[in-house]
């Protein structure tokens, strides 16, 4: 009976013992402390782990100081000590200086200098009446840009179509006020032109006996006629926008021109150099080869220099730019010269079969290069893209050295304004256009990680 | 019947042919380029005859008369433009050679402090890093060289840096090492001992690989570097002496200040330029180092471990060597920018090959002369990293089997 009772009732726990919390220091803050912080300085088990542990303790507090330092003096100079409201210098300067501020009180940043200044900051000396046209650029190439970048958007041949051909007339158009005075001579210039270049295709049809070169060239001549008569149109015509000088341009939309012309020009000229560095014709070959290594070899300052003082020597009498346009040649010159090194890398990158399998179904090499191996390689190549344009965007402030008032060079000309003379306007100048820079540059390299890591999912261990 | 020929059954027209198409058109390119070349030499020498400035390089060798702050040969007002140029060209390599070894430096260690395991130095590290590679780097050497300006006391006081020299606004003043007559036997040991170093490494090596015996030959290197050249200098009877900044407290206020020419001064623009050449550069090279030590595969340190080997000399004799192959090439590819980036020391005014040039420029109105010498100068930079960074791949693949 009693053996009936043991079998009946088991002893068997029918419900879960609660789990036991963990020892401490194995979880939560303590864990994470130990393993991310103290474990590397806590192990005095040997002569040689003593010496590096005491070596990380010293480095951990010295940099926790250091950072601590550099956090404490930016924020007592950008925030504690600094003014926030003012109409004028005087709310920054001190009373001994006939000021407003008491003598003793510690002056910060003079933030008045820049909330009151801001439109210069953005847009130069352009004038205030018009510069709803410089947001309406803003406002149409927005989309377009945000197009291209984000991957689930649809109709990426046509958006870049608008974003490196149509939007830079736009652009112009709204921001110089176009109605340029085009010459009469100008239309007839390029008019003889094109029909010599369809005369001469005639010829060689007629000569070498090449049927169907006069059909397939002439279109594409006549369509890029079209195309440029279509722009001399559009500069020509008269919108009724008023001129803005280009010397009255400035600001962080100085910045933003030159880079955006310097990433337009330079991709499609980047894309024909690494064509040319890689092609079989010798004379090709070592023309691009040496345009990519001249421009790599020398500093833009230099360049910039050259177009300052050089350029004008270079064209003949009469023929004159004006300095931004100048500069925008050799920014456009120079940048192409590192996309093309950066879209070679991404036509290396392509295997070889995929050349051969081109070949093999008899595709030309026009169309090998543009239905097959180019798209390949620029995905490849975005984050590569990307990255050039964060340095062309971070070199454009040398612009500031030959006299061009763009985000960083205006703040030499909003210095001199005698009504807001305070002692430490140039500095928050500096901390805001750094806070500017840092923003842009920053998402950029963000958004060049984020595609990388979007081509590599192969690659993730 | 059809018989098969490896005859192209039809005639294919000249245009067709791929050898007559690329014939033409490089034909037409050097028919281009010639042209544009030929357009930019006939206008330039136009414009430059009517705007009556003499071309050639002649004015070289006239008397430049402006002075420059900061001068590693004799250079003064009665000097010539070329001398001027000279002048630039080795305080560009100045700066570009002492900011190359600390960049490579802090570089190093930032890049190995990302990838600490402590928490704090891998996350202060990277905020340095991506803060400071996202700001312009003329925008960065504008504000050190406001902030020194700023910090440094007046002309006629000054403040001390740790002991290592006394600075105000002229600069950092520190002692300066004169050699005397004599001193040419202590050079001539510096070159021996470092030969002689060479030499001891080489052997241990071939006898580790001989016999499998180690040899400290890097201690065993460094004792020699240091040791022979000391014992030389003080055998010959200490041919050189150390001379102190002076400063003059006493007098007029006016003549107060550092003693001109005594000591060796480190002028603000110099100290600005490099700080911000060496803080931007270095993490560029920091995500390099990162880079080339997260390329090499863990299994490396993994075998490496099983084989007993302990974790200093895991990074010393596996990772190190392998990351160094991926870290070089683009290292190099920094150090040149970093001396083309010297250039924007022309913003603060420091008289490096593009300042200094530039003020010839202005001065002779030789604008064609000066920047084909600027541009030959930077090319030769660039010329010779490309060489030694192929020399260096070549070397390297041969390793690589």
Redesign the interface.
Known sequence: MGLDNSITKPYVRTEMVPQKAPPPGTVGPRKWLW???F???LNFTTV?NAITSIL?IV??FG??F??WWVAAVLLKFGWQDAIFTGTDGSYCRPEDNKGKVPIGQNIGACWPFITHRFGQFMNGFYPEPERWRIYLTYIIGAPLIAGLLIPSIPRKGLNSILLFVAYPIIATILLSGGNMEIAGSTYIFWAVVFAAILITLFA??KL????G?FAAGGKVVIAVAIAMFAILFLLDFDFGLEFVETSRWGGLMLTLVIGLVGIVVSLPLGIILALGRRS?????RL?STIFI??W????L??VL??SS??L??????GVSFDKLIRALIVVALFSSAYMAEVVRGGLQAIPKGQYEGAQALGLSFWQTTNLITMPQALKLVIPGIVNTF?GLF??T??V??IGLYDF?GIQEAALQDTAWLAPTN??TG?LF??AV??MF??SM?RYSLYTERRLHTGHE? | MTTISDEPSG?V????DPR?R?MV??VI??GL?AWGFY??VT??I???E?LKIASGFDFLGTNAGFTLIQSLIEYDQTATYGRAFMVGLLNTFYVAIIGIVLATILGFLVGVARL??????SR?AT?YV??L???????QI??WY?ILL?LAPGKREFGNILGIGNFNITGLWTPKFIAQDGFWVTGIAIVIAIALAWMVARWASKRQQATGQQFPSFWAGLAIVIGLPLLVFFATGSPGIVEHPEFVSEGSMLRRGFKPGVGFVFIPEFLALLFALVLYTATFIAEIVRAGILAVD?GQTEAAGALGLRR?KILRLVVIPQAMRVIIPPLTSQYLNLT??S??A??IGYPDV?GAG?IV?NQSGQ??EI?IM??VV??T???VT?VFMNWYNAKMSLVER
């Open positions: 393993d991310n912080v474990a590397s300085m040689g990380m480095l951990t940099v926790i250091l950072a060689v049809e070498t006996d090449s049927k070169l079989q014709m010798p004379v090709v023309a290594e001249v790599r070899g020398v500093p300052i230099t220099f050259m003082v050089m004008p020597l270079f064209f003949a009498e964060i971070k070199d402030t040398l500031s050295i960083l140039q500095m500096f256009m750094a820079y840092f540059c920053f390299s261990r | 005639k027209s000249l245009w067709y007559v690329s058109s490089q390119l050097i380029i357009a930019l206008n330039t136009h414009n430059l009517r600490s395991k402590n928490w704090v130095i202060v905020v991506e803060v590679r996202n700001i312009p780097l003329l925008l504008i504000i406001k700023l863990h200093g083309k980036n250039s924007l022309m913003a593009m530039g420029l604008a064609v920047i600027i541009m930077y090319l930079f660039s010329l490309s």
